[in-house]
């Protein structure tokens, strides 16, 4: 099944546009402009207001589009410069690692691009704006599991709390500069075949129960070809409940801990007919003393809890315990190396289709099949936290050892009265 259907309109993987390649082949880039033009982005980029980014589409008109598209050209470059700077400012030996230092160019290239775009003033000029826009996020989909790549291969030279802090930074900058470059994408062409429920890449009516039967039928089918069983999902709670939210990202929560408490209850069951069901409960949004709303989703399972020793490094990058047996060692990565994804692992793109992932996967000896990873990346608690707390939500997971886990979901209202800097 694809989920493609829950995801913004997503270009198919293509190479560049004509403009982006021919700039990036070109002769006259040095080192001495981009610096020179860094240093003009040098103040701390400022929060993005939520609600300005969704001004531009209440309603999207040619002006808007327009403003729109000066608002990313003002907004983009910051972040893309900030992360040149986080990236030059790694350990000499860090930054001489081929996926780091690539990485680097990459980044510098993008920023150059778009700190030198000249604003579109017409529709047509936007409509080629938003193609090159398109494809610089493109470019840019492997960024996370490359970066891991690269501090796994480093990692002597880097402590497992330098390399998170890291990867938290770029992880929200990427989602950030992501959610502009999209919304303008997505509003570009709203223009032509506006749609009542969204604005831009927010739908203003996601609802819960219906990306829970997508990606619980995804998830299940992953299950059934890797694990060869699957548990049933059952929804109770508030089942009709509608909140504004961006679909991509609530589609790669769910996704992740479906994953987890699928592969839990297999694995707990193995061999037993009956694999007791997974059971999502929804809440109804709801209003925090004065402020903003939040909907909550609980996700149990009986897939016998996590181990109490695992659990201060479940929320860590690359903490697995899929794949891995005790005799197994990757030779590196701090003190639960075994258990880390190894440097053997082989990138995958975000244009795959595989689970909608916004980020790219890394396979290793995780649990895959040809339709996907099931688990072993180690990739998916940390990122969906991050994910929940983007907008100033939350992921906690309480286990019962030996019987269960739960993870509570909370995730934030963006409507109209939205003030979330981002
Ligand atoms: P991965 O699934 O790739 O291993 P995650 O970040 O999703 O990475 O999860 C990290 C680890 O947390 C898992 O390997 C597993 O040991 C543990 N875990 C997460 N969710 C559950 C769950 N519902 N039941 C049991 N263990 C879990
Ligand atoms: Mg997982």
């Known amino acids: 099944m694809s989920l493609s259907c829950l995801a913004l309109p997503r270009a198919s993987p293509r190479p560049h546009t004509r403009a982006f390649r021919t700039y990036r082949r070109a002769p006259e880039r040095s080192s001495r402009q981009i610096t020179e033009l860094l240093a003009r982005y040098d103040t701390p980029v400022r929060p993005l207001n939520l609600r300005q980014l969704l001004s531009y589409g209440q309603p999207v008109t040619e002006s808007s589009i327009l403003e729109s598209a000066a608002f990313v050209l003002h907004e983009i470059p910051r972040r893309l410069a900030t992360r040149v700077r986080r990236l030059e400012g790694l350990p000499f030996i860090v930054g001489t690692n081929p996926f780091i230092s690539n990485m680097l160019l990459a980044y510098r290239d993008s920023f150059q ?43 002597r030279y880097m402590s497992p709390e330098m390399a998170s802090e890291f990867l938290d930074g770029a992880i929200r900058n990427r989602v950030s500069v992501r959610l502009i470059a999209e919304q303008h994408v997505a509003l570009s062409r709203a223009l032509g075949t506006p749609k009542a429920d969204s604005i831009g890449i927010v739908d203003r009516r996601c609802s819960p129960r219906s990306m829970i039967d997508m990606c619980g039928s995804f998830v299940s089918q992953l299950s059934q070809a890797t694990l060869g069983a699957s548990p049933q999902v059952e929804i109770d709670g508030v089942t009709d409940a509608t909140f504004p939210y961006v679909p991509v990202h609530l589609e790669y929560i769910l996704t992740e801990l479906l994953k987890n408490s699928f592969r839990a209850s297999v694995e707990h069951h193995d061999g037993k007919a009956d694999i007791p069901p997974v059971v999502v409960t929804i809440s109804p949004p709801v209003p925090h003393s004065h402020g903003p709303k939040f909907l909550s989703l609980r996700i149990r399972d009986q897939g016998g809890g996590i181990a109490i020793s695992n659990i201060p490094n479940i929320f860590s990058y690359a903490f697995t315990t899929a794949g891995y047996s005790a005799d197994e060692d990757d030779g590196g990565g701090g003190p639960y190396a075994a258990q880390y994804v190894g440097g053997s692992a082989a990138i995958g793109s975000e244009g795959s289709g595989d689970s909608g992932n916004l980020f790219g996967e890394i396979t290793s000896r995780g649990l895959q099949t040809g339709i996907g990873t099931i688990a072993g990346l180690g990739y998916g ?3 969906s936290r991050l994910y929940t707390k983007y907008f100033g939500g939350d992921l906690q997971l309480k286990t019962l050892e030996g019987w269960g886990t739960d993870a509570y979901v909370k995730l934030r209202c963006l409507d109209e009265a939205v003030d979330a800097r981002i």
């Open 113 to 155: 691009f778009l700190a030198t775009y000249k604003p579109p003033t017409s529709l047509e000029e936007n409509n080629t704006f938003a193609m090159e826009l398109e494809s610089l996020v493109e470019n840019h989909a492997n960024d996370i599991p490359t970066l891991a790549k690269g501090f796994k291969e480093s990692s």
């Open 381 to 383: 608690l940390p990122m």
